[in-house]
Nanobody, 123 residues
Framework: QVHVVESGGGLVQEGGSLRLSCVASGRSVGHMAWYRQVPGKQRELVAAITSGGNTDYSDFVKGRFTISRDNAKNTAYLQMDSLKPEDTAVYYC???????????????????WGQGTQVTVSS
């Protein structure tokens, strides 16, 4: 069993920054990813990182967000800069138990999800 907990969300003005953290406890994990969801829309991938440090980003965050991880702490981070109002969403962390060679996975590959952390960007 793996327990996933996100933190770091909050309210920020447009153009500001936030840093999200995701801790996975219980055992070491493979991929770690951030997804986000707004009411009435499907959950979408923001960024993912393999256990080896390879990363994958959705186009709408490239150049603004950076995903990283500390394997010793089983923790992933999402540094979000130049935030826009359309980045407002609940951000979820997801992890896999297996290690996959490809950076991008289907959401169905992720085994454990956190409860989410709200990010609100005001204009």
């Amino acid at each position: 069993q793996v327990h996933v907990v996100e933190s770091g969300g909050g309210l920020v003005q447009e153009g500001g920054s936030l840093r999200l953290s995701c801790v996975a406890s219980g055992r070491s994990v493979g991929h770690m990813a951030w997804y986000r969801q707004v009411p009435g829309k499907q959950r979408e991938l923001v960024a993912a990182i393999t256990s080896g440090g390879n990363t994958d980003y959705s186009d709408f965050v490239k150049g603004r967000f950076t995903i990283s991880r500390d394997n010793a702490k089983n923790t992933a981070y999402l540094q979000m800069d130049s935030l826009k109002p359309e980045d407002t969403a609940v951000y979820y962390c997801a992890v896999t138990l297996r290690r996959y060679p490809s950076s991008r996975l289907s959401s169905r590959n992720y085994d454990y999800w956190g409860q989410g952390t709200q990010v609100t960007v005001s204009s």
